[in-house]
């Protein structure tokens, strides 16, 4: 019997855990500090007809980490980003598969070497996006060879908007916030440059959903460098007006993690914020929110272009963000376990790009669930 560890059993997490318990022959367990995310972890898997083991575990200690995987044969991190690197290390140092869909700030490629040398096999970075962004401007850059221009537009919205935010955060907290604080890396000219998160806002207009507002945010992460490709953006899609909303909270210090008084105490702002925010952002039951990516590439009056889009399943009780980042993850963990992915080292989903049995697959499988990327070419 084949082991899979699933790192973390939130919204994506618990889905990757059932989505990898339908293979014959996998044991999958999912961990969680969490007792109600791993009860949810387990009803999901019932409704999918599967069954997932579940254990509490703190996730934020590499130790307890090193101990859970011992006997895993694959490992799926699911972790908010600020306990991905530390995670990735752990798995690295014990020689593990490992897929990871954190968003984590730190680079994850200089885990590399070490897992090289502890023969472990690491693709990060495998959601939505980052994860499939990355694959399809991999793809997108070498059918175009040499590339000039590359964008990536996405996001997960709420179907019905309603005042005053018309948005639902449909993953960790936290890392919307972070969407909206941390410096943009871009590349212009082939040299990398640094924009302020929310800036640079523009107009995109998508077949069923409307008139979006892109801004700049922190999404090409390794695109950055292992592209070559001079004028290369990531922008997060919202509905009008949410930006500017946005802005303002963050001015008015409402992001920030500094300590301030209030009346005596010492409160961090960004805990008081989430604190009264996230109650507003969280998702009703039967609610759909909804997902929409647009990846494309330009050259030599040529246009290749990958769309998404996809809306929650609410016959499992699954969202859009949840089906669009765990799933990828999932199927790169069956091909880490059956040696599709026999490389060692940490790999961006990016290095993944060309080879035919992977990027086939991935497309094929996650249509089979009902993700399908729809790729277009024009001349301009």
Request: aromatic letters at 6%; proline letters at 5%.
């Amino acid at each position: 019997m084949t082991t899979a560890v699933c790192l973390g059993a939130g919204m994506v997490g618990r889905l990757l855990a059932a989505d990898l318990a339908r293979e014959r022959g996998v044991r999958v367990v999912a961990l969680d500090r969490s007792a109600s995310s791993l009860e949810r972890a387990r009803a999901l898997a019932g409704r999918m007809g599967v069954e997932v083991e579940t254990g509490e575990a703190d996730l934020s200690d590499p130790a307890a980490i090193a101990r859970a995987i011992e006997d895993a044969d694959v490992v799926c991190g699911a972790l908010a980003s600020h306990l991905g690197f530390a995670a990735l290390e752990a798995v690295c140092r014990a020689g593990k598969a490992y897929v990871d869909i954190s968003f984590m700030e730190e680079d994850a490629l200089e885990h590399d070497a070490l897992a090289k040398e502890r023969g472990a096999r690491a693709v990060v970075d495998m959601g939505v996006a980052p994860g499939m962004s990355n694959l399809l401007a991999g793809e997108v850059a070498r059918e175009l060879s040499p590339c000039r221009r590359l964008r990536i537009f996405v996001g997960g919205l709420p179907k019905e908007r309603r005042w005053p935010f018309e948005y639902k955060a449909g993953f960790a907290p936290a890392d919307v916030i972070e969407e909206y604080t941390r410096p943009a890396r871009l590349v212009e000219h082939g040299e990398g440059v640094v924009r302020e998160a929310l800036s640079e806002p523009e107009p995109i207009d998508f077949p069923g959903v409307g008139t979006l507002e892109a801004f700049n945010t922190d999404g090409l992460r390794s695109l950055a460098t292992t592209l070559d490709v001079p004028d290369m953006a990531e922008k997060t899609l919202r509905y009008p007006g949410h930006i500017d909303l946005m802005r303002a909270m963050r001015e008015t210090g409402l992001f920030s993690r500094t300590p301030i008084e209030v009346g005596g105490q010492r409160v961090v702002p960004l805990e008081v914020t989430s604190a009264l925010l996230f109650p507003k952002w969280t998702y009703e039951e039967g609610e759909i929110d909804l997902t929409v990516m647009r990846v494309f590439g330009e050259a030599r009056g040529r246009r290749v272009q990958w769309d998404l889009y996809d809306e929650a399943d609410l016959s499992i009780g699954a969202s859009s963000m949840a089906r669009t980042t765990a799933l990828p993850a999932a199927i790169v963990a069956r091909m880490l376990l059956d040696g599709t992915i026999g490389a060692p080292g940490v790999h961006a989903p990016e290095a993944l790009a060309g080879n035919v049995l992977v990027v086939e697959r991935l497309i094929s499988e996650l249509g089979d669930r009902g993700v399908r990327y729809e790729r277009r070419e024009e001349t301009l």
